[in-house]
């Protein structure tokens, strides 16, 4: 019987061991699909998220309007005055990212610094290298789908 007990547990620790290592497959440094921004996603608690960390043109061009020629960009179209003095590089674009099994990641939220807007998300890991993300209004049916890069040169 002792013995029945020790390969289970042995099983179970397994078991569970492999199930981690799959659902932190996403962890790592991201580029976006366009090449302009790296996202770096980590675990948190039971979830996922993920900020921005790097930016092909972090600064705002040499014909912003107003005085911010020069200077770091900020989260001007968020639809939250308050929150618009964030910087980008920095910014939690990604939230309560939970597996699901079988390489899908869902049940959270991603954020569009572009247009201000947050939608629900999901993601799958193609292969090592490729995540797929889908953001969405209500049904994945209605949404976008993008994919990131694996930035193997970083330093994870």
């Known amino acids: ?47 996922y998220e993920g900020s921005i960390i790097w930016l ?16 770091p960009k900020h989260d001007n179209n968020n639809p939250d005055e308050s929150l618009r003095d964030r910087p980008i590089i920095g910014l939690k674009i990604l939230w309560d990212i939970k597996y699901e099994g079988e390489n ?6 991603i954020y569009d610094p572009e247009n201000g807007s947050t939608y629900s998300c999901m993601m799958s890991l193609e292969s090592i290298t490729t995540l797929n993300i889908r953001g969405y209004v209500g049904f994945s049916l209605f949404g976008r789908t993008t994919q990131w890069t694996r930035d193997i040169a970083s330093k994870q």
């Not at 042995?10 to 976006?32: C, H, K, N, P, R």
């Open 104 to 109: 899908e990641w869902g049940d959270g939220e």
């Open 1 to 47: 019987m002792l013995k029945l007990l020790s390969i289970i547990c042995v099983f179970t620790l397994s078991t569970t061991t492999v199930y981690a290592e799959a659902a932190d497959g996403i962890i790592g440094i991201w580029v976006s699909e366009n090449g302009d921004a790296k996202i770096k996603i980590l675990k948190s608690g039971e979830s």
């Open 56 to 71: 092909k043109e972090p600064n705002y061009t040499v014909d912003a309007p107003g005085e911010k020629a020069g200077t």
